[in-house]
């Protein structure tokens, strides 16, 4: 699928640049388009010196160990396509050879641009890692040049004028008789504004002000008659949830009235002036976060979100306690090097392990439950000391009466905990704690419900004659629960095959076991040789007569591979979709019935289906069509126009297609195809009705050698009468009732198949003495036949055996 990706990406980024696309969009997108593993953007902040992660998406840098920062110059791919002012392409050889400082893990090949606009740098680069070994080749750099152009005028990246930099203050004017606004760079930085975002409309500022503060902030932007101006602290929410104090200065010009016509004035930050003053909602925002927080990794972001960089901390561990042992399940900065030696000695995969005997300090703050702070120059062990070399917060994560974790905060400066600071990071450990344990109560209960639905969900599909089937299972990406999405296919006796898809209400471990128990129970009863409409029946009285308050839904179709014919039985499923040989799609209208589950005696009808050589029958579940923003018709009509966009000779391309924008699931999704394409020769049969008279198995025999010498198998004949004899015999002197005969030849197989009355299958004797008088017909038909077996059939069974023959032409 990439040159299709990247012949779209091509057209997108040739269209234009849109300024209401972001910047992770698009950075989502390079993935996407050219199946590298990690993308990132680099640029220079306020240190000129330094380039600094910006955007980044794909797998997590630590595992190629890259770094969040870089200096300028430097010894680094980076710093060196940043000098050069031209791309670096760096095959995996040269990657390991560290010409450019410390090597990359694992053996990949690396890109990096830098971002040119109007043809002056922004200072920034584009990197990419891709694992494909071959590098990059000439179509693969021009893409990736498009979207550097592409992300470099990007005005996210674009550097600030040195007058607006850093805490500096930024300067407006508002006219008052229109309220259009023009402000500067820093004034939309520190209200939390990109410039393609403020429409200058002072009401546009005025809105992420704190209402308590509006009304004085009001009282200078509409000032009255004899007004001249004053200074005001008030305080904004900006886009990302922080609150931050600003300090205003303002100056009225008058007109030739004298009355005020423009508003001059500067805005500054005010933070330093008061400190811890968003404790409270930055408590709140972080209980908000971890209330929805459903794994460990979702716990440790969090935590780091709302506490380093808002706190100026330089490093941040979340440790979970097992037995003596802390394993830090995430650290940010992630780099090794950051951290101490006692860290990095057990350091494995991605994360470190390190035993809390190690650091007796921190085996005593989580033996006691209490956060400790300590200041520069503490007398700590160095695996704590080096961690925090200006001061270092411990705390323990409490849950439940116990300690499940711990949270470390480092500062490299001298660094003071204020009582405010104490209180904030003590509320926050507490919150972390309790996230922690639900977390990993919901890693526990999604392990099991995942294993359980993995084991009940057939491993492989069987080949099937004139057809090729194939399926997709995607669960819910929305939360951690796991659906009752299920599918089978089924090879029955003739030529047939039954393929099967349904869905149990709920998402949980009730509704996973409960759909194996439906699967094994439609399985039984199509093996059993009922009708479409007679399978969906009997599963629907079984899940009555369970008294589960669940229910299911289902579609079942019966395809003759010989014919291109099926039937169709729905019990409140979607309908199936077909995809006929002219590309042409439709849904089948077939008439269903109500859910199983829900009425004992609900019909069941069938609708009979057509398929030529090429047409593609696609089964789906609702989470693929359906959702809180799409309805159904809109979904189904979706999937009819996807469907009629693939080509149907690849199946599997053609499933990976139709699952393509399922991106964001909020249920399962479970897709089964089949193309049919129809037999290579169509198989021959022959039926003899077997009347219970002395001559019999006579009458078999000669019927078989007519049927055999007119196939053209005469010469062939004598181990078919063998089996004949024996089958035939077995049944008239072991059952009651009528017997019958079938012979079936196709290709080079001849199938000799007898059905009785009788549900007992025959029973092949574990030794026989030489004196037995019987037992040895089934120990004969099992030697001379390729394969052999019993299946049940309605209250009967069907003995078979499968014997190679000549592939001749039968004649017509």
């Known amino acids: 699928m990439r040159p299709l990706r990247a012949d779209l990406a091509r057209r997108s980024l040739r269209a234009g640049v849109d300024a209401a696309v972001p910047l992770r969009a698009v950075v989502e997108q ?6 590298a593993t990690l993308a990132a953007v680099y ?61 990359l893990t694992g053996e990949v090949a690396l890109a990096v641009l830098p ?75 520190l209200f939390g504004l990109a410039p393609a975002e403020f429409d200058g409309r002072v009401e546009t500022l005025l809105g992420l002000t704190v209402p308590e503060d509006l009304p004085a902030l009001m009282s200078v932007m509409d000032p009255g008659p004899r007004a001249t101006g004053r200074d005001l602290e008030f305080r904004v929410r900006r886009g990302n949830g922080e609150l931050t104090w600003l300090r205003l200065r303002s100056e009225v010009t008058p007109g030739a009235d004298g009355l005020p016509t423009r508003l001059l004035g500067s805005v500054a930050d005010a933070s330093r002036l008061r400190p811890g003053v968003d404790d409270i909602s930055r408590v709140q925002r972080l209980a908000t976060t971890l209330a929805t927080a459903v794994t460990v990794q979702d716990v440790g972001r969090a935590m780091v979100s709302a506490l380093r960089h808002p706190l100026g901390a330089d490093r941040v561990a979340l440790a979970e306690l097992e037995a003596d042992r802390l394993v830090a399940t995430l650290l940010d900065p992630p780099e090794p090097e950051a951290w101490p030696d006692v860290w990095r000695a057990e350091w494995r995969s991605e994360w470190p392990d390190a035993p809390a005997r190690a650091m007796p300090t921190l085996e005593s703050a989580l033996r006691d439950g209490r956060p400790s702070f300590w200041p520069a120059g503490a007398p700590l062990e160095p695996g704590l000391s080096e961690m ?53 109560t919901l890693d526990a209960e999604h392990e099991l419900i995942g294993t359980l639905q993995r084991a009940l969900l057939p491993r492989r599909l069987p080949q099937l ?48 076991t409960l759909m194996g128990q439906m699967r094994t129970a439609i399985r039984a009863y199509a093996v059993e040789g009922h009708p479409a409409d007679v399978v969906v029946s009997h599963a629907n009285r079984l899940l009555v007569g369970m008294g589960t308050d669940l229910f299911a839904t289902c579609c079942y179709v019966v395809v003759d591979m010989e014919e291109g014919s099926a039937w169709c039985a729905r019990a409140g499923h979607i309908p199936p979709v077909l995809r006929l040989p002219d590309g042409r799609t439709e849904v089948v209208v077939a008439e269903g019935g109500p859910p199983l589950g829900v009425l004992e005696d609900a019909h069941f009808p069938i609708t009979p289906l057509a398929l030529l050589p090429g047409t593609l029958l696609v089964l789906t579940t609702d989470g693929l069509v359906e959702s809180r923003t799409l309805t159904l018709d809109d979904g189904l009509g979706r999937l009819c126009a996807t469907l009629g966009r693939t080509e149907a000779g690849d199946v599997e391309q053609v499933a990976d297609t139709l699952l393509g924008d399922a991106t964001r699931r909020d249920d399962d999704v479970a897709v089964l195809l089949l193309r049919y394409d129809g037999m290579g020769s169509l198989p021959v049969r022959a039926g003899w009705t077997v009347w219970r008279l002395p001559e019999a198995v006579s009458h078999a025999r000669r019927f078989v050698a007519r049927t055999l010498s007119s196939w053209g198998l005469a010469e062939e004949a004598d181990a078919p009468l063998l089996v004949v004899s024996e089958l035939v015999t077995n049944a008239l002197v072991h059952t009651q009732g009528p017997v019958r005969l079938d012979l079936t030849h196709v290709g080079d197989r001849l199938r000799i198949a007898v059905t009785d009355a009788s549900p007992r299958s025959p029973v092949k004797p574990a030794n026989i003495g030489w004196e037995a008088t019987g037992g040895r017909g089934i120990m004969l038909v099992e030697a001379v036949s390729g394969t052999f077996g019993s299946l049940p059939m309605g209250g009967g069974k069907q003995v078979w055996s499968e014997i190679t023959v000549s592939a001749r032409a039968v004649p017509e």
């Open 30 to 35: 390079l993935l996407v388009a050219t199946g």
């Open 43 to 103: 640029a220079t902040r306020e240190h000129a010196g330094e380039l600094s992660l910006v955007e980044e998406a794909g797998v997590p840098r630590a595992l190629y160990g890259l770094r969040r920062e870089y200096p300028v110059p430097g010894r680094s791919p980076l710093a060196a396509a940043h000098e050069a002012g031209r791309p670096l392409w760096l095959a995996p050889a040269a990657v390991a050879g560290g010409q450019y400082g410390p090597a």
């Open 115 to 189: 971002l040119v606009a109007g043809g002056r740098s922004t200072g920034g680069c584009l990197l990419v890692v891709d694992e494909d070994r071959d590098g990059f080749d000439e179509e693969y750099r021009a893409l990736l040049a498009l979207f550097a152009d592409r992300i470099a005028a990007d005005e996210s990246l674009a550097p600030p004028r040195p007058e607006t930099r850093g805490n500096g203050a930024g300067t407006f004017a508002l006219t008052l008789a229109t309220g259009r606004l023009e402000a500067d760079a820093r004034v939309l930085e």
């Open 388 to 440: 925090g070399p200006g001061g270092l917060a411990l705390l323990p994560l409490p849950a439940a009466g116990r300690v499940v974790g711990a949270c470390l905060l480092g500062w490299e400066q001298p660094h003071t905990f204020s009582s405010d600071e104490r209180a904030l990071l003590t509320a926050a450990a507490a919150l972390a704690g309790q996230a922690l344990e639900r977390a990993h």
């Open 465 to 512: 004659p004139g057809g090729v089937a194939v399926a997709r299972y995607l669960p819910a990406t929305a939360g951690l629960e796991v659906g009752g999405d299920w599918y089978d296919v089924i090879p029955l006796t003739d030529g047939r095959v039954a393929l099967v898809i349904g869905d149990v209400q709920g998402h949980n471990a009730g509704a996973a």
